[in-house]
C-alpha cells in the first residue's frame, strides 16, 4: 500500500523537469494573450483558468500518482517561480519585457476604443470594473489603466470626500501655522 503511495514512477530529473517547462510554456502563453487573463473579468475567463490547471496537471506529474511525485512536482515548480523572480529582480529591464505595459483605458472620461479592443474587452465589462469601484460611468474617471498583473489603477476626476476633507484639513492647518508663525514674530517684537 505504501509503496504505491511513495515510489515514483518517473525518474526524479524528470519530475523537475515537466514543472519547469509548463511554467514557462503558461507564463509565454499568459504574456501572449494578454493581461485580461489575469484580471477575472468574467465567469469565462474563470473557467479558463479553472480548465487551465487541470489540463496541465498530467503535464506536470505525468502517469505518476504518487505523493512523492506530487511533492517533488510541487517543489520543482516553486522552486522555477522563485528562480525566476529572483532573476527578475535582478534584472529590470528583463522583467519589464516579461511582465508587460500598462493599457490606458480611459483618459478624461473618454474611453479609448482601440485600447478595449487589444484588450478584447467590451464597454460593459470595464464599466463593471468601474461599478466595482463605485463609479457610475466613464466621466467621472480622469484615468483608468489596465496594469499588466491584470489590476485596474482607476482615478477620480472629481477627488473623494475623503480626499477633499483632507485637502480642506491640510489647508486649515497651514493657515493656522502661518498665523502661530505671525503671533511669534509679533510677540519677539515686544520683547
Known amino acids: 500500500m505504501f ?6 514512477h518517473l525518474p526524479l530529473l524528470e519530475k523537475i523537469i515537466r514543472p519547469a517547462i ?3 510554456a503558461l507564463i509565454a502563453y499568459l504574456r501572449l494573450f494578454g493581461k485580461r487573463e489575469l ?4 465567469p469565462f475567463d474563470l473557467v479558463v483558468l479553472l480548465s487551465l490547471s487541470n489540463t496541465v496537471q498530467n503535464a506536470i506529474i505525468g502517469d505518476d500518482n ?26 529590470p529591464k528583463l522583467n519589464a519585457a516579461a511582465e508587460g505595459s500598462s493599457t ?12 478595449l479592443k487589444k484588450e478584447t474587452m467590451t464597454r ?14 466613464f466621466g467621472e474617471v480622469r484615468k483608468c489603466v489596465l496594469e499588466p498583473n491584470g489590476t485596474f489603477y482607476i482615478e477620480a476626476v472629481q477627488p ?7 485637502a480642506e484639513l491640510m489647508e486649515a492647518l497651514e493657515r493656522l501655522t502661518r498665523e502661530v508663525q505671525d503671533m511669534r514674530k ?6
Open 186 to 191: 509679533q510677540l519677539a517684537a515686544k520683547g
Open 22 to 24: 509548463v511554467y514557462v
Open 66 to 91: 504518487s505523493v512523492t511525485g506530487g511533492l517533488v512536482g510541487a517543489f520543482a515548480l516553486l522552486s522555477v517561480n522563485w528562480l525566476v523572480m529572483r532573476l527578475l529582480f535582478h534584472m
Open 104 to 115: 490606458m483605458l480611459i483618459c478624461d472620461g473618454v474611453v479609448d476604443e482601440a485600447a
Open 160 to 166: 473623494s470626500a475623503d480626499e477633499a476633507q483632507r
Open 124 to 137: 460593459q465589462e470595464l464599466l463593471s470594473v468601474l461599478h466595482r469601484q463605485s463609479f457610475d460611468s
Open 39 to 42: 484580471a477575472q473579468l468574467n
Open 3 to 8: 509503496d504505491s503511495m511513495f515510489h515514483l
